[in-house]
């Protein structure tokens, strides 16, 4: 009976980022519970081979090229989405991407308006285009991926600190917002964990045993090791979170 409320068979999941790490290991892990699902990247191989390890599980998989900073290219996702399914009940927002390890007054223009187009905008647009369709449905589960970047200052990510926290708080009021409507929004805030995205600032050794000290459990994460709280939040075992910040991090938020 327990175990019953963490099951998402019937789901139609939507994962953006999810062609590798974090957001790889997300949208297999809804699929083992049961949800069948849309992966969306930019990059035509990693989508398509996510998508195949899941039907290789037993579940339905949709693979989908986007540009989540794109409006455009969201509406035509997510109506190609609806689609084939019938329903969108959760999606998790996990695109993302932090091109500049640099002091603030070093941080490049280009590079900001990268960051929050892809990190912040992109959310919003995903989350703005399944709204009324949650709505219509009487329900649903939307779950943005910040960081604990976005809750707790970073050395040289102001950029990348700042496009989460402005996630976090979206997510807050969306929460609100949603609330009477049946549908519940929640953060998923991991720590450092090994990925393509912290592998530059790992690899260099001042900066990664800076990032290490901040850790009391001593060591990264790995992204399967975020995975499930994904499928906690996804399921009717959260059914009274919304508006929360779930950090999966070590211990780093503890200090």
């Known amino acids: 009976m327990l175990m019953d409320l963490f099951s998402l068979d019937g789901k ?41 390890e899941i039907e290789a599980s037993g579940r339905r998989a949709l693979g989908l090229r986007v540009d989540v900073s794109d409006p455009d290219d969201v509406r035509a996702i997510v109506a190609k989405s609806l689609e084939e399914y019938g329903h969108i009940d ?17 941080v490049k223009d280009g590079h900001w308006d990268q960051i929050m187009a892809v990190n912040l905008y992109g959310a919003f647009n995903c989350c703005r285009e399944v709204i009324p369709i ?33 996630l ?14 049946n549908i519940r929004a929640n953060v998923l805030a991991p720590g450092f964990v090994g990925t393509e995205l912290t592998e530059q600032l790992l690899s260099d050794a001042e900066e990664g045993q ?26 009717d075992a959260a059914s009274y979170v919304t508006g929360a910040v779930f950090c999966v991090d070590g211990g780093w938020s503890a200090w």
């Open 210 to 235: 800076r990032a290490l000290s901040l850790i009391p459990m001593g060591r990264t994460g790995k992204p399967e090791e975020i995975a499930p709280a994904a499928v906690f939040l996804a399921s």
């Open 134 to 166: 949650m709505k219509k449905q009487g329900g649903g589960c939307m779950i943005n991926v910040a960081s604990v970047a976005g809750i707790k200052g970073l050395y040289k990510c102001s950029a990348y600190s700042a496009s989460k926290g402005g």
């Open 12 to 52: 139609i999941a939507l994962v953006s980022g999810a062609g590798r790490g974090i957001g790889r290991s997300i949208a297999l892990a809804l699929a083992r519970a049961g949800a069948d699902i849309v992966v969306f990247s930019r990059t035509e191989e990693q989508f398509r081979s996510t998508a195949a």
């Open 168 to 181: 976090v708080q979206l997510t807050r009021s969306m929460a609100i917002e949603l609330a009477p409507f």
């Open 90 to 106: 959760i999606i998790v927002n996990n695109a993302g991407l932090n091109p500049s390890y640099a002091l603030a007054e070093e």
